[in-house]
């Protein structure tokens, strides 16, 4: 059975903002008191948190599909619908939020990181909210908004500071133990660790944590064995470590052969030149394996390498190697180190950007006009096309924006065909341009026209 996943492709659905009310309030001997239905709630955001207590997404592998509530709708007498519940879904430290596209959409590091995944759709305003000196009684209302519905991709990077990696049953798990004061399973057959293992390593006053990756083979970085599934949890280590067997009994295997196999899946994954190198030779306290480590070790160290010959079995050479770990977790802190807090910059829209934009298509039966932008497509989403008051107020909201003015200006004649949003769920209709003053080519202040001039 499955017990560590890292790599989840999560369905989720934000809930619906409620629909304001229309409604009119009344009582004895005052049968038309006014406008006072209630706005639609909120509806209730998908949130992903950051809990150090969860080490796996597993719980996601099973149940990938999440939803959270609606808003109510909105009622008389002024009443507001209730906000629809927000989903918190607790991922693990180290979680790294992407589209189905691969676009890095958030990377939650740290306890209690937060990113709302998807957003609750906004509440219609009911018709109190509607009403102003032009239109005292609205008999409409607004609807709630969708809320966002999709797929993203949740993967799992390990946060730990010292990566070891090297060939199955090289021992990397037996170092772990060693070091630290975690369990991991060990064996001797290959493959014996299915999923990264953590060690808090305590050298002096520096703590750290080590990750036992999984062992990788020839291939690991195109797929083969368990090498792609695990490869990424060494990207955020700040370094690696060697972990090569000098007791092996398999045919055709020795510590630089090995070195350069794993050295080579590294370049092939991307990403890790930058990272020092140290390098442990392991299971000297077998006596072929001390003899080898003796041979190898000054061939390793003219390629620039700190090698260290270790044993988690007799915990020979452990302090001088588990210091040497801190050295390098504590130059790269000191690298990363921010003196001051993170600037937040902020960047307001500017105060005359119209929020839309009108194209013009060509087809067969005609000249389309296709208008995108968000105040436009969330004033469609919002209008009850039943009611002919809420089209006319869509109406008076599209030509106050300056969308008349646009299409006007594009050619656009009335009876041409305009979209409004994109795709499937653009609205088709009919354009008829409003009449008001100064609408059209040949209008000019009310109750005059140029042509009656000439």
Same mark, same amino acid.
């Given at each position: #059975? ?17 629909? %304001? ?11 038309? %008191? ?6 639609? %709630? ?184 368990? %090498? ?96 040497? #770990? ?116 040949? #209008? ?11």
């Amino acid at each position: #059975m499955t017990t560590f996943v890292d790599h989840v492709v999560l369905h989720v659905g934000a809930g619906d903002g409620g629909h %304001g009310c229309a409604s009119i309030h009344r009582e004895k001997f005052k049968p038309l %008191g006014g406008p006072d239905g209630g706005n639609g %709630g909120r509806g209730g955001d998908v949130i992903l948190v950051v809990d150090g207590q969860t080490t796996t997404l597993l719980e996601y592998h099973h149940s990938p599909h999440r939803k959270a509530s609606s808003g109510k709708p909105g009622h008389g007498s002024h009443r507001h619908g209730a906000d629809g519940d927000d989903v918190v879904l607790s991922v693990p430290n180290g979680t790294v939020v992407l589209s189905p596209s691969g676009e890095i959409l958030a990377d939650l590091i740290g306890n209690g990181a937060r990113f709302v995944v998807a957003h609750g759709g906004r509440g219609g305003l009911g018709n109190a909210a509607l009403a102003s000196a032009r239109r005292k009684a609205p008999g409409f209302a607004l609807l709630g908004e969708p809320g966002d519905q999709g797929d993203v991709v949740l993967e799992l990077k390990t946060v730990a500071d010292i990566g070891l990696i090297g060939y199955p049953s090289a021992g990397k798990s037996s170092l772990v133990a060693a070091l630290s004061a975690a369990r991991p399973k060990i064996a001797d057959y290959p493959f014996t660790t299915l999923a990264p293992n953590l060690g808090v390593v305590t050298a002096g006053e520096n703590v750290f944590t080590v990750a036992d990756v999984p062992g990788l083979i020839p291939g690991a970085s195109e797929g083969r064995g368990l %090498g792609l599934e695990f490869l990424r949890h060494v990207e955020r280590c700040a370094a690696l470590v060697h972990v090569l067997d000098c007791a092996t009994l398999e045919p055709g295997r020795d510590p630089l052969s090995d070195l350069d196999v794993i050295e080579t899946e590294l370049l092939a994954y991307g990403g890790l030149a930058d990272r020092p190198r140290l390098v442990a030779l392991n299971k000297i306290d077998v006596p072929e394996g001390r003899e080898l480590a003796d041979f190898v070790r000054p061939l390793l160290e003219e390629r620039g390498l700190r090698v260290f010959e270790v044993s988690a079995v007799s915990h020979e050479g452990l302090r001088e190697f588990s210091f040497a #770990m801190a050295e390098l977790v504590s130059a790269a802190r000191a690298a990363t180190t921010i003196d001051e807090a993170p600037r937040i910059e902020l960047r307001p829209r500017a105060v005359n950007e119209i929020g839309f934009t009108v194209r013009r298509d060509e087809s067969p039966e005609g000249p389309r006009f296709i208008v995108s932008g968000d105040r436009p497509t969330r004033w469609v989403r919002q209008t009850d096309f039943s009611n002919d008051e809420a089209v006319g107020y869509l109406a008076d909201r599209l030509a106050r924006l300056g969308v008349e003015d646009e299409l006007l200006r594009l050619g656009a004649t009335p009876g041409c065909t305009v979209l409004i949003g994109s795709g499937t769920n653009a609205v088709v209709f009919d354009w008829e341009p409003t009449i008001r003053a100064g609408a059209g080519p040949h #209008m000019g202040p009310r109750g005059s026209d140029e042509r009656l001039e000439r």
